[in-house]
């Protein structure tokens, strides 16, 4: 299940522990996966294509080491095909030089993905949550994951937290348990931070 995860959440703090496929240095900050019976759906999720050029506008919280790009290509993750593509989960963007997270459309595309996950905007961009008020749903997800981020609309959601999880790399774990970044020093080869291209 942490597989199926870590191939959604491209974009985040890299804190894959030093592994060398970098695909899975994603997302601890927004990397989300939850459950919810409710339908939410796409926020606006136009998605991205072999342009590069993603709909949605992505927006992290906090700043974030995310995987540099010069096209939608190069923000696949190993192994995903076809990537990239018009279609979920293969769409994702490469804005202004960084990945942008793939956009999801329907609850039915983050159940199939990952089981109880639902398609909710976080931080700019549509993507599959597992929604939570408190740890319990979080569990199925691996060690290290909590509730302890929101979703636009205000739901709780599940998130993979540097604080009781993976530790950070190069970056620091802030009081949240992101991995945030003020200078691309702190990011591992291939990443950026997002701080620098005020993204």
Known sequence: MRAAWCALLL???ACDGGSSDDD?????????????????????????????????????????????CN???DCCPAGLDPCPS???????????GLCVPAPCETDEQCESLTPGSTCHDVEGVPQCVVTCQDDGP???????????????????????R????????????????????????QCINGFACDAEAGG
């Open 11 to 13: 974009v985040c703090v």
């Open 24 to 68: 899975t240095a994603t997302e601890s900050s927004s990397g989300a996966m939850a459950a919810s019976s409710s339908s939410s759906g796409s926020t606006g999720g136009a998605s991205s294509s072999s342009t590069g050029e993603p709909g949605p506008v992505y927006a992290p919280e906090f700043p974030t080491c995310r995987r540099e």
């Open 71 to 73: 096209f939608a290509a």
């Open 86 to 96: 018009n279609d979920f989960p293969g769409n994702y963007g490469c804005a202004g």
């Open 138 to 160: 979080c569990a199925a997800l691996g060690t290290g994951f909590a509730c302890g981020a929101e979703t636009t609309d205000g739901q709780g959601y599940c998130r993979e």
């Open 162 to 185: 540097c604080d009781v999880g993976q530790p950070c790399l190069l970056d620091t774990c802030n009081p949240d348990g992101v991995c945030v970044c003020e200078s691309s020093d």
